[in-house]
């Protein structure tokens, strides 16, 4: 679970995009992550009333070193996810996209066809296989 950063072993700390539309999942996947061990930047908790929400998200982007993109039929046309998605890319993070309803690969953003994904309904499920994978490292 640990990257090299400069030479210094940091642990992995996670970066959630997604839909507000789908908000209700994805709490319920940050509860499974982080009972799984793993650290999560989630803005519901991470950002309070009167903070610059962008700046928020931007720290929030540049202090994680993987993005999970959550994909719905809410989130895959978001201005939001691509912005996330661009700074992501653009700070070399590993990138996994989530996919959490009955969306067709044709219907993916382009950007996130060529990442290995997972498509798994459950918040639970989903949770417990990124940590197993993120354990694999």
């Given at each position: 679970m640990?990257h090299?950063?400069?030479?210094?072993?940091?642990k992995n700390?996670?970066?959630?995009?997604y839909s507000?539309?789908?908000?209700p999942?994805?709490?319920?996947?940050?509860?499974?992550?982080?009972?799984?061990g793993v650290?999560?930047?989630f803005?519901?908790?991470?950002?309070?009333?009167g903070?610059n929400?962008?700046?928020?998200?931007q720290e929030?982007?540049?202090s994680?070193?993987?993005?999970?993109?959550?994909?719905?039929?809410?989130?895959?046309?978001?201005?939001?996810?691509?912005?996330?998605?661009?700074?992501?890319?653009?700070?070399?993070?590993?990138?996994?996209p989530?996919?959490?309803?009955?969306?067709?690969q044709?219907?993916?953003?382009?950007?996130?066809?060529?990442?290995?994904y997972?498509?798994?309904?459950?918040?639970?499920?989903?949770?417990?296989?990124?940590?197993?994978?993120?354990g694999k490292q």
């Amino acid at each position: 679970m640990k990257h090299t950063a400069g030479g210094v072993k940091m642990k992995n700390k996670i970066f959630l995009s997604y839909s507000y539309e789908d908000r209700p999942w994805v709490e319920q996947f940050a509860h499974a992550l982080e009972k799984e061990g793993v650290d999560v930047w989630f803005d519901t908790r991470e950002i309070a009333l009167g903070e610059n929400i962008r700046g928020k998200l931007q720290e929030g982007l540049r202090s994680s070193n993987i993005l999970i993109v959550i994909l719905s039929s809410n989130s895959a046309k978001s201005p939001w996810i691509f912005f996330e998605l661009g700074a992501a890319v653009a700070d070399n993070k590993r990138i996994i996209p989530v996919v959490i309803d009955d969306i067709g690969q044709e219907n993916l953003p382009l950007p996130l066809i060529k990442y290995q994904y997972l498509r798994e309904n459950s918040p639970v499920k989903a949770g417990e296989e990124i940590a197993k994978a993120l354990g694999k490292q």
